[in-house]
């Protein structure tokens, strides 16, 4: 697995005159901010909850906002440490089933009072339930949706620009060398390498499941985790060597659309 490869500097013959320091999309949207993107998400959610509960009073039911789920494994710890704990996750599922994505989902609240109400009383809640909700997310998110639709042409456009760079190129061909060395599989994309993952652990952990060989899904855990930061490895080094090409594309992108993108934070704000 040679790291070094991928990592040695991003060079690029078509690269936009775009000053480097200029932002990222990730930088400008805040999407770089954990808690940041999570209070963005808890206004959204709030106001959603607000919405079905004003809908439901209306229609002489009472409703308590659900809280918003709590962030899950992947939302707070790290790629290379999942790698380093459970792979990609396979073995894991039926060794501890649910736990290593599992949300930290809240009870809901209203159970008690739905399943208090009569029969026909109970059929009518869960009927303007799911009407209120609907009309509740088409109505928050109709300004976000709108701002996204105007700017999501503009993002596939530079993502393909950016996919067709030769030094995106370069890099996503020593990514491909390193994969094929720290796991065995050939893979060009990231989409091919996990199918092929998935393809080459699932049936086994699926056939060590159903015969109850835990000892045998524990060693096939540690090839995965093997598997996975070995793969980890190979994608930091290919995001490392990138970064300054997905910098100068995308500062180049927000230049020339400014409007548009400023439109779609507000939006994802909720101003």
């Known amino acids: 697995m040679n790291i070094a490869a991928i990592t040695q500097n991003a060079t690029s013959a078509s690269l936009p005159a775009s000053s480097s320091a200029g932002q990222t999309l990730e930088e400008f949207l805040v999407l770089n901010d954990a808690a940041a993107v999570r209070a963005r998400d808890l206004r959204r959610h709030d ?22 789920e709590g ?8 790629p290379a440490e999942l790698a380093r704990t459970v792979g990609y ?22 159970v008690a009072y739905i399943e208090a109400l009569s029969p026909s009383d109970h059929s009518r809640y869960l009927d303007l339930h799911g009407r209120c909700s609907n009309e509740a997310y088409e109505s928050i998110n109709a300004p976000l949706n709108a701002a996204l639709a105007a700017v999501e042409p503009i993002m596939v456009a530079t993502n393909q620009r950016l996919a067709d760079d030769q030094g995106s190129r370069s ?20 989409d091919e390498f996990k199918a ?36 980890s490895d190979c994608e930091r080094a290919r995001r490392e060597r990138v970064a300054p090409l997905v910098r100068a594309y995308e500062s ?19 101003e």
């Open 47 to 68: 106001a959603i909850q607000t919405r079905i509960e004003k809908c439901l009073e209306e229609a002489g039911y009472a409703y308590t906002p659900v809280p918003m």
């Open 71 to 78: 962030p899950s494994a992947a939302d707070t710890v790290s």
């Open 89 to 110: 996750g396979v073995a894991a599922g039926y060794l501890e089933p649910g736990k290593p994505m599992a949300d930290a989902i809240p009870a809901d609240p209203n």
């Open 171 to 190: 890099a996503m061909n020593d990514w491909s060398t390193c994969i094929r060395k720290a796991t065995g599989i050939e893979a060009s994309t990231h």
């Open 196 to 231: 092929k993952v998935f393809e080459k652990l699932v049936p086994r952990a699926q056939s060590l499941a159903s015969a109850g060989d835990t000892a045998g899904l524990r060693r096939l855990q540690q090839e995965e985790i093997r598997m996975a930061t070995g793969s």
């Open 252 to 270: 180049a992108m927000l230049s020339a659309h400014p409007k548009e993108f400023a439109a779609y934070l507000r939006a994802l704000n909720g």
